[in-house]
Structures are given as C-alpha cells and as structure tokens.
C-alpha cells in the first residue's frame, strides 16, 4: 500500500538510558533492562517495570517494516510521555531530556524522508523550556511534544505564558499529549483504565483551559495538535459555547466563541470509530485532523489508512487527512520561507547531521553536570524577549 500519509502520533523510547549520574538521587530516574523476549526491554522506574516496550521503540528498520504494512510514509516521533521528566529536578531533567531528544535526532537523521522530531522540554520551568525549544528548533527538529498537564498544572496557566510565546514566535508545532490524570480516585477496576478513561477527561481540561486563559487568543498563530482526537473535549464544546454565549465574564476571557477557537487546533484520529472520527471532522472541520495512532504501543491503530477510508470522503479531504494537514502543522514557517520541499528536505537533513555531530549524549549530559546545577542554568536563562508584550 503505497499513500503520503504522515503519522503526527507515534513514540520512541532510547534503546539504553545512561546510569544516573547526578546528585539529587535518582528517584524516578528511568533505566532499560532486558526483558524476556528478546525483542523487547522493560522501562523500569523506582526498580519496578512501568511498561515492557518493544524494538520498535528506538529501531528503525523494524518501524520501516511495519509502516510499509500500515500505509505510512512518515511518521512524527516523540517521546514516550513517562520520559517528559516534568517531575524530576530541573538539571535531571535535561540530563534525561536531552538524551531521548538526540536518540530522536538520531532516528530521524538516519532517515530524514520518513522521520520528522519533537523533542521534550522541561516545562518545569517555562524559561527554560522555551530556550530548549529554540535550540530544538535550530537542530532540525519540527517542535515539541507536550504532557497535557505540568505537575498538575493546567497548560492554560499564565506561568506557562513565556513557553506558548515563544513557540508562537519560533515556529514550533506542538503535540499535546495526554499524560497523569488527576481524579484517578474515581476510576473503579485495574490501573491501565487510566488511559482508557482519564486521558479523554484530561484533554478535554487542558483544550479548554487554554481557550478560557486565553492563551490562543494572545497567540493566534501558535499551532497546536491534540492527541486521542482531543479527548471528550468535542462532545463539551456545544455546552461551552452556549456557555459563551449567555455568561458576559465567560466572552471576556475567551476573547472569542470557543468554535472558533477549536476550529484551529489540530487533533489526531485515534478514536478507533468511524462514526466518532466522523463527528469530529464535522465538529472540527476537514483541515483540522491528522492521522496518530500511538504506534508502538500496545493501544496503537493498526490500520489508520483503513480508519480513514471507511468516512467516503472525497479523494481532496482524504489528502488532506492523510498528508496536507500535518504538513501545516509541521512546516509552515520552513516552507513559507523556502517555498520549495526539495529545499527544505535538504537543509532539514543538514540540519539533522549537525545535531548528530554537536550532541554526543554522554558528552552532553556531562557538561550538564558540570554545570553546578540550576544556578549556572538560570545564568543563562532566556533573556525577556519572549516575555509577555502587554
Ligand atoms: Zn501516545
């Protein structure tokens, strides 16, 4: 099955995670250990397995694979949600950012025509995370992948200001993925229902929060994309619009009605029903959705070319499903300025050798170390260019 359809929700996981060297502990530090199978590893966390992942995770002749039989020319990767690291200190936290970000440099460099990257930021601290995306940005990678929640957080938060301006202002797509619930008390029956319940709650929380904070209407331009087709978020949509409508305080802070809002976000298609994708292109709108599966794992859609196929829709919206939109989503600014995908090809594989050659993981988590800490992180921190211009 050949088609151009790019996948904006797939994962990866580093093959090996360098022993903790830092100097808080290392709780929560993950570490890979073989598994039983010898084409998976564990991800063990605080000495337990979080989750057994297989070699597709960091091979990419094994992902080749199995995208020739699902139909998928690219995929967009990023990080494993549990290795965001928002809850670990600060200089941890980049120690274990930056070595998923360069395995993910290093997977899409060995094939630049069917890799694309978002990296992970430590949104722990906003200023800091928005100086990482910018050398993301200048490495060759698209944008970043978010959790849909900081430590508790919602996305929505003013403190989160200094981030969204400065994706704005770079460029960078942004995925917003579902990630540590809260209300996990009310979820009755074994763990993993977790995903299956809390992740729809969650992202509908984190949409909202960031049309009634106001974070799109100060940046029209952010391009924003939502995993697990945006959670229940479609199904409060009417309720909140009404909402918009008969509340003068709820007008003043969304700036604008809430559709008009959600009908310039991005969401994926992983809802795993025909009729339910359908109702969220209806709700969305044709331009706003992108095939995500969750490839590798055990969640993942394993015929989304099918999923799309089973909408008749017609050969133009299929393109866009399949291909046009995730186009935007990534590349806008790149393409605006060089007005030619040969061009933006060969400078994003240039691009992607740069960062190989200037990130050797160990040398970069060393000189993180070195770094004393958090004090000699905030010397540098960002300057106030990307600071709230109100
Ligand atoms: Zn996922």
Redo the contacts with the bound molecule.
């Keep these: 099955m050949t088609t151009q359809a790019i996948d904006i ?1 797939t ?1 990866i996981v580093p093959a090996d995670i360098p022993a903790y060297a830092g100097k808080h502990g290392g709780a929560h530090w993950p570490q890979m250990a073989p598994a039983h199978d010898c084409h998976h590893k564990c991800v063990m966390i605080d000495g337990k397995n979080f989750r057994t992942v297989t070699d597709e995770c960091w091979d990419i002749e094994r992902r080749l694979e199995v995208m020739a039989r699902m139909g998928i020319a690219r995929q967009v990767l990023s990080p494993m ?1 549990e290795l965001l690291s928002y809850w670990l200190p600060l200089d941890d936290a980049l120690a274990l950012i930056r070595h998923v970000n360069g395995t993910i440099a290093d997977m899409a460099a060995r094939a630049p025509d069917r890799f694309i990257g978002l990296g992970a930021v430590p949104m722990q601290d906003p200023d800091v995370a928005a100086r990482e995306l910018e050398r993301l940005m200048k490495d060759g990678f698209a944008g970043v992948e978010l959790g849909s929640n900081i430590n508790g957080a919602a996305l929505g938060d003013p403190r989160f200001e200094v981030f969204f301006a400065a994706a704005e202002e770079l460029g960078a797509a942004v995925f917003v ?1 579902a990630l540590h619930p809260p209300g996990k008390e009310r979820i009755v029956g074994p763990a993993g229902l977790m995903t299956f319940i809390g992740f729809p709650l969650e992202t509908a929380y984190t949409i909202a929060s960031l049309i009634t904070g106001g974070t799109l209407t100060r940046h029209p331009k952010l391009r924003l994309a939502f ?1 697990h087709g945006g959670g229940a978020f479609a199904s409060i949509l009417p309720r909140l619009e009404h909402g918009w409508k008969i509340k003068p305080d709820f007008a003043e802070r969304m700036g604008a009605p809430p559709h008009e809002h959600a009908r310039r976000l991005y969401y994926d298609t992983l809802v795993y029903d025909a009729p339910t994708l359908g109702h969220l292109i209806n709700t969305f709108g044709v331009k706003q959705l992108c095939i995500g599966t ?1 490839f590798p794992f055990e969640v993942y859609e394993h015929h989304p070319v099918d999923a799309v196929a089973a909408l008749n829709l017609s050969a133009g919206e299929v393109q866009l499903l399949h291909h046009d939109n995730a186009d935007m989503l990534r590349s806008k600014v790149w393409r605006r300025a060089s007005g030619d995908d040969h061009f933006y090809a060969a400078h994003e594989e240039h691009r992607w050798h740069s960062y190989h050659r200037d990130s050797d993981v160990r040398a970069v988590q060393r000189d993180i170390l070195r770094l004393a800490g958090v004090a000699e992180i905030e010397s540098h921190r960002l300057t106030n260019r990307y600071q709230r211009r109100t």
Excluded: L, R, Y
């Design positions: 929700h994962h949600p993925h995993s969750d």
